[in-house]
């Protein structure tokens, strides 16, 4: 007779602990933790004098490190392994740690604080910092702390874009947030002229980024609401980063509109989003995005390509393909008029 597994209620632990987990992780991005070993402090004396914190305080967190796969010790010493030193080590040109600014923010556990109403009504009732407010200092956290976790795949956008690369267009980049996508289609295309939409808080952080990355003469700004602002017209490519994944089906058919009506006869519009399956419970992060939405939207979801699909067709594009982002989970729709 074959032996049935024993079920242990230990997965159930493992989810509604987790928040020990992030936490954790957020006082180590906070202490600098990570960056003091790479300096080549390794005892929890040493990285204790090095962080200003107490030795009992780091030996206890930099074991639960270790236990999580972020730090490796032996003989009571710790080092940084291949995830932590290109990601967690500020000297990393791929630091992303201050991605805890704005995933952990109050405004974003605050959804999920309050998700048992949430699921009652199908949608988030959240306003202030939550919410798609012009003040909100959400999207700036958004915008300084996500940036470096945003740039492989805004890379991968930019050589997505199918022109070629002496071209002279035009390039709208909607909820540009830190404006990577469009700065690096700047990079790639150097006869681009790249527009900017977003709060008006918020583009000031992408236009330190454009002028980080040498751009800035060739990158301008549209502040207001993408629904309500005249984003002009002539655009022979509109990116839109996720964003369509805030709003219902509705409002994604209605902006879809917009921009095609503020494309050239042959542009289109690159869509970046999490794609699930149309299962809805696969691949894993894509499908737990959804998540996400509910907790912080009124209406917005994680949408499957027909759904995209079906919208952009409505909203009159003829021609729309889907490429997988490798390693991040993201999808391009590419969408042609």
Known sequence: MQQTAQVTPL???????????????????????????????????????????????????CDCLTVMGFLNKDEGKYALNDLSSTFLDTRSPMFIGRAVDFLMSDAQKRGFEELTETVRRGGSAISGDASMDADSEMWVKFA?????????????VSGLIGLPTDAKIKILDVAAGHGLFGILAAKRYPNAEVFGA?????????????ATF??????????????????????????????????????????????????????RVITVEFVPNDDRVSPPMEA??????????????????????????????????????????????????
């Open 144 to 156: 300084r702390g996500m940036m470096p976790l945003m740039y492989p795949t805004a890379e991968q």
């Open 288 to 337: 737990m995005f959804a998540l996400v939405m509910l907790a912080a939207t009124p209406g917005g979801d994680a949408y499957t390509f027909s759904e995209l699909k079906e919208m952009a067709e409505n909203a009159g594009f003829t021609r729309n393909e889907i490429v997988t982002l490798e390693p991040m989970p993201s999808h391009v729709i590419t969408s042609l008029k």
């Open 11 to 61: 997965p159930f632990f493992d989810v509604v602990t987790g928040y020990q987990r992030s936490a954790a992780m957020k006082t180590a991005v906070e202490l600098d933790v990570f960056t003091k070993i790479g300096e080549g402090n390794s005892t929890a004396a040493d990285i204790a004098r090095a962080v200003g914190a107490a030795e009992r305080g780091v030996r206890i967190l």
């Open 198 to 210: 977003d709060w008006q808080k918020v583009l000031a952080v992408a236009l330190e980024n454009a």
């Open 214 to 267: 040498g751009v800035a003469d060739r990158y301008h700004t549209i502040p207001g609401d993408a629904f309500e602002t005249d984003f002009g017209t002539d655009y022979d490519v509109i990116l839109v980063p996720n964003f369509l994944h805030h709003f219902d089906k509705e409002a994604c058919t209605k902006f879809l509109e917009k921009c095609h009506a503020s494309l050239k006869s042959d542009g």
